[in-house]
């Protein structure tokens, strides 16, 4: 239900021609700390993003409780003490690619761009700069990106018992294979 009330949403935000519009609700995200005492990564493939080749707008919204990690006890931790999930269920971003007029989605190619918009995490959004790539291939679109996110800035603490273990920074990775509308 969630899911087709999302879909529907993303739908009527990017009303029109569904010609240059695409979406997905398998994207990947992952995330990388790293610090001499603990190395943490998490997996999610469930983000659910559309694109409007046309306007440049974009979305992404990520289900927090959709992450795994290698080990169960960091995925508790991450969702109940750091993530608050329950209080925090997604992440999303919305905003615009840039150079939206430079790439030309009807042609193979991989084209450098910067997405600018709103990321909202832990019930804090800011305004960002994002680099990204999009590749084209065909009908298939991959909006690719690499960026790292302070932990302070979305207000999520990090007890002072394991302060040493969790980098300040966190690497976020995006990969979203996005499809044409139908």
């Known amino acids: 239900m969630k899911k087709a009330v ?35 990564e998490a997996f999610n493939d469930e983000v659910a993003s559309i694109f409007d080749g046309k306007s ?7 289900p927090i409780k959709s992450f795994k990690f290698e080990k ?18 997604k992440s999303d971003f919305k905003g ?35 680099p990204g790539t999009i590749t084209v291939k065909g009908t298939e679109v991959t909006m690719s990106s690499k960026f790292k996110v302070k932990t302070k800035d979305y207000d999520i603490k990090i007890p002072a018992l394991v302060d040493g273990k969790i980098a300040k920074e966190i690497e976020v990775t995006v990969n979203s294979v996005v499809n044409p509308m139908h």
Request: proline content about 2%; charged content about 20%.
């Open 6 to 40: 999302f879909t529907a949403l993303l739908v009527s935000v990017f009303s029109g021609a569904f010609a240059q519009k695409y979406m997905t609700r398998t994207g990947k995200i992952s995330f990388f700390s790293s610090t001499p005492i603990e190395r943490i």
């Open 56 to 62: 440049g707008d974009i979305i992404f919204q990520v």
């Open 72 to 89: 169960q006890i960091m995925q508790e931790h991450f969702n109940e003490d750091y993530m608050e999930s329950d209080k925090f269920p």
């Open 96 to 130: 615009k690619i840039a150079n939206v007029n430079e790439i030309n989605l009807s042609k193979d190619g991989v084209y450098n761009t910067n997405a600018v918009g709103k990321l909202t995490m832990h019930g804090v959004t800011h305004d960002v700069t994002i």
